[in-house]
Structures are given as C-alpha cells and as structure tokens.
C-alpha cells in the first residue's frame, strides 16, 4: 500500500493488510507465524502503540494489530458510524476475515480497545487462549463521580470546541496520561497528532469516543454483566499504575472481579506501559504466553 508521508517507516516497518468490512477497510499489521496475538488499541492512538510488541513477539508467533476505522491507516468514510459498539462489530467482521475457522488467539486489549473487542472475545470464548487487560475497562461510570465529571466536560460543547479547535485528546490527554512525559518523544508524539490534521476528523473520531464515556453506559454495563464469562477466558492484567485516566480502583476493581488473575503492575508507567515500559511489558506478556501455553 501507499504509506502517508508522515509515517516513520524505521519505526513502523510492518506489513499491512486491508480488511473489507462493511463500513469501510481496516489496516491490520500481520506479521511472524506460530500460535496468534491479537492487540487491540484504544484512542486517540492506533497500532503504532503496539510496535515494541510486534517487534518483539513476530520471531516466535503471528501478531495481529488492527487499526478501527478512522484510526492509524484504516479509511475514514464520512458516514460511518464510530460509536464503540460499531468499532465492536468491525473488529469482529476483521477477526472472522483473518482467522482461520476454529483458530484461537491470545486477546490483548488496551484502553477502548477492551470494550470493542470484548464482544468478540465472549462470542468465541473456546478460541480465546488468554485474554490480556492493560488499563482498560468493562462497566458503566455511573457509580464513579470523577469519571463522570471528566466524561462529561469532554464530551460537553466545550469539550467539542477544544477537540476540533486543539486536538485535546492527541496535545493535551495522551501527554498527560504518560507517568513520565519525557518519555513522550515529539517524533513518537507526531505519528499519533498527524493521523488527525483536521477539525472534522478529530470531531467524527475522537471525540465521538469522547461522547460514548457516558453515552455507550449500556453498552459497558452489558459486558459487566458477563465478568463471570469473561472469567473462563483466563483473564491476566498488565497494569500502569500512574495512570490518571484508569487510577488504582479500577485495578482494584478488576481484581476484585477476577481474584485468581495474574496482575503485573508497572510503577513507573502510566496510561501506555508498552509505550513506556516495553522491555518490561513484553517479558510480562512472555510470561503469560508460556505460563499459559499459548
């Protein structure tokens, strides 16, 4: 494919594949062979996020890194619908196009990336290996008063303004959300800010995502439900623990829900630990591949 001239090809030097679904293609990263990974990014971020990963498990196992619609390489027709329960449905139709009939894969989520693809993942439980949660969720912020509070500035008419007017999520949130910002580099901070040069990309994408923090409640709240389901997947956690967005209740509440999970937390890291602690994220992420013999 034609790669965008702002895309740093030494650090994303990964082959691509096209995904048709019905909404629009997804790019997805499909590289090595073995027993499959597949990572599924949040917002206001896209695969890249996941390149020290992929680097790193392609020598021993097929890696698999969608970007949903809108994000990274993927199209971005105007009149598709980027709620998380669309991102959902696509990740699905991606999964169904590449996996091979009763193929299973280990399932590693991050931010958004845990709703979307959590669907998926109880729909075909028998071929989920493991699932790998790093920091993310799955209930409503009804019963959390500072989520709530932040949810709805963002997804206010100020928060419009600030997503179409200074890219909020990509100058201000990703920045913020790191434990240590220097870590941050402005080359690595430019792939994710030039995948939305424009007020109404950043307004269609971003801050529909915004919006669905309290808007997609039910949908939250349904997966929730099923946390006992989600129990057979073999669930294990990778956790940043300077995270301002998903701060210690949320580990907490997770563990709560799953008490016999492994948990690895990471204490200098924030929102991204792969991001910011790769070495130490993918010897974790090794160690449950191994312990869990996938």
């Not at 894969?105 to 959590?118: C, N, S």
């Not at 430019?190 to 949908?219: H, M, T």
Request: glycine content about 6%; hydrophobic content about 45%; overall charge positive.
């Amino acid at each position: 494919m034609n790669y965008p001239n702002w895309l740093d090809r030494s650090e994303y030097p990964f082959h691509t594949r096209r995904v048709a679904t019905r909404d629009g293609e997804l790019s997805c990263v499909d590289e090595g062979a073995g027993e499959t990974v597949v990572l599924v990014h949040g917002t206001p971020t896209w695969s890249f996020e996941w390149r020290h990963v992929i680097r790193a498990l392609r020598p021993e196992r097929r890696v698999l890194a969608p970007d949903h619609l809108g994000f990274g390489l993927s199209e971005r027709p105007l009149a598709a619908d980027y709620s998380p329960e669309a991102h959902s449905r696509r990740f699905a139709e991606c999964m169904d196009a590449l996996l091979a009939e009763g193929e299973s894969a280990t399932l590693v989520v991050h931010d958004f990336g845990g709703p979307i693809a959590l669907p998926w993942a109880l729909q075909n439980a028998q071929r989920i290996q493991r699932l790998v949660l790093v920091n993310t969720w799955l209930w409503s912020f009804a019963d959390d008063p500072g989520m709530r509070r932040k949810a709805a500035l963002a997804s206010g008419a100020l928060g419009r303004w600030l997503y179409r007017r200074f890219n909020l999520s990509q100058t201000v949130i990703l920045p913020s959300a790191y434990g240590d910002r220097k870590k941050l580099t402005k080359a690595v901070h430019r792939q994710y800010v030039a995948v939305f040069p424009d007020a109404e990309a950043r307004e269609r994408v971003l801050f529909r995502l915004a919006k669905a923090l309290l808007g997609s409640s039910d949908f939250y709240d349904s997966l929730w439900q099923r946390r006992a389901e989600l129990a057979q997947l073999r669930p294990a956690i990778l956790w940043g623990l300077k995270d301002p967005a998903f701060p210690p209740a949320a580990l907490a509440r997770l563990r709560a829900a799953w008490p016999d999970a492994p948990v690895t937390t990471f204490s200098d890291a924030g929102h991204w630990p792969h991001e910011e602690e790769p070495e130490a994220f993918v010897r974790a992420l090794r160690d449950l591949l191994r312990a869990g013999g996938a």
